[in-house]
T-cell receptor, first 116, second 109 residues
Framework: ETGVTQTPRHLVMGMTNKKSLKCEQH?????MYWYKQSAKKPLELMFV???????ENNSVPSRFSPECPNSSHLFLHLHTLQPEDSALYLC???????????????FGPGTRLTVL | GQNIDQPTEMTATEGAIVQINCTYQ??????LFWYQQHAGEAPTFLSY??LDGLEEKGRFSSFLSRSKGYSYLLLKELQMKDSASYLC??????????WGAGTKLIIKP
């Protein structure tokens, strides 16, 4: 595998279900991100992990719970979601260094989530 | 608040030139990115501008004016495969990316 991979690609779940999204990056990067992409809306940054430490949590509801066991893997645990949470969830990674914090982000293909 | 504006949709003809504009108001500025996203696929990096002026990369060029809070992406010799959404994003004072909603570009033969 190369780049950033995400599984599953599509997920349909009921509001009472518990599921997890998985992201894996094969680029040796030290930062990983979860974004939410809704139709005709800007990408919304949800969580950021630098060196496995969570550095950003942009007022995301507690029904979304991230986990970063190592610098290559990132999970998003979902429980008791609402229909308005239906969206494309994108994972990204980048290499953050003190001299160049603005390196480009590499995105995975996303998980299309539908909450019934 | 922070805001990125870009047109929702544009249409152009194969072989022509198109300019996609982006204006921004952010708390601090540490550079501006353009990404391309084909339908159902991941966004991919196109360009990064942090200084004023034009950056050229093949058929694509990106321009930045920090004093005007303005950037554009210029696509030349349009091909059908250029049909995609183009996302503008600004790195703010905390190096967090603030994203526009994207411009859907439709290329007609």
């Amino acid at each position: 595998e190369t780049g950033v991979t995400q599984t599953p690609r599509h997920l349909v779940m009921g509001m009472t279900n518990k599921k997890s999204l998985k992201c894996e990056q094969h680029l040796g990067h030290n930062a990983m991100y979860w974004y939410k992409q809704s139709a005709k809306k800007p990408l919304e940054l949800m969580f950021v992990y630098n060196f496995k430490e969570q550095t950003e949590n942009n007022s995301v509801p507690s029904r979304f719970s991230p986990e970063c066991p190592n610098s290559s893997h990132l999970f998003l645990h979902l429980h008791t979601l609402q229909p308005e949470d239906s969206a494309l969830y994108l994972c990204a990674s980048s290499q953050v260094t003190s001299g160049r914090p603005n390196n480009e982000q590499f995105f995975g293909p996303g998980t299309r989530l539908t909450v019934l | 608040g922070q805001n990125i504006d870009q047109p929702t949709e544009m249409t152009a003809t194969e072989g022509a030139i198109v300019q996609i504009n982006c204006t921004y108001q952010t708390s601090g500025f540490n550079g501006l990115f353009w990404y391309q996203q084909h339908a159902g696929e991941a966004p991919t990096f196109l360009s990064y501008n942090v200084l004023d002026g034009l950056e050229e990369k093949g058929r694509f060029s990106s321009f930045l004016s920090r004093s005007k809070g303005y950037s554009y992406l210029l696509l030349k010799e349009l091909q059908m495969k250029d049909s995609a959404s183009y996302l503008c994003a600004v790195s703010d004072s905390n190096y967090q990316l603030i994203w526009g909603a994207g411009t859907k570009l439709i290329i007609k033969p």
